[in-house]
């Protein structure tokens, strides 16, 4: 995978073997997870696997939300 923002190659800490679901998989620097588009979109009801690397996010100034 690569990061969607700076292209910068996201691999696992551990190979990804079997049915292993690659958003609950520990990543080397990164956040990944799968999203889904909502209405309004192009992409309404389609999901996606993104990757956005550690220095991506920090440059954003992305914060946690509790929910």
């Given at each position: 995978?690569?990061?969607i923002?700076c292209?910068?190659e996201?691999?696992?800490?551990?190979?990804?073997e079997?049915r292993?679901?690659?958003?609950n998989?520990?990543?080397?620097?990164?956040?990944v997870d799968?999203i889904e588009a909502?209405f309004g979109?192009i992409f309404?009801t389609?999901t996606?696997?993104?990757?956005?690397?550690?220095?991506?996010v920090?440059?954003?100034?992305?914060?946690?939300?509790?929910?």
């Amino acid at each position: 995978m690569n990061c969607i923002i700076c292209d910068k190659e996201v691999l696992p800490l551990y190979p990804l073997e079997g049915r292993h679901d690659p958003e609950n998989a520990m990543w080397d620097g990164a956040v990944v997870d799968r999203i889904e588009a909502g209405f309004g979109s192009i992409f309404d009801t389609d999901t996606f696997l993104i990757a956005i690397c550690d220095d991506c996010v920090k440059k954003k100034g992305l914060k946690p939300i509790n929910l």
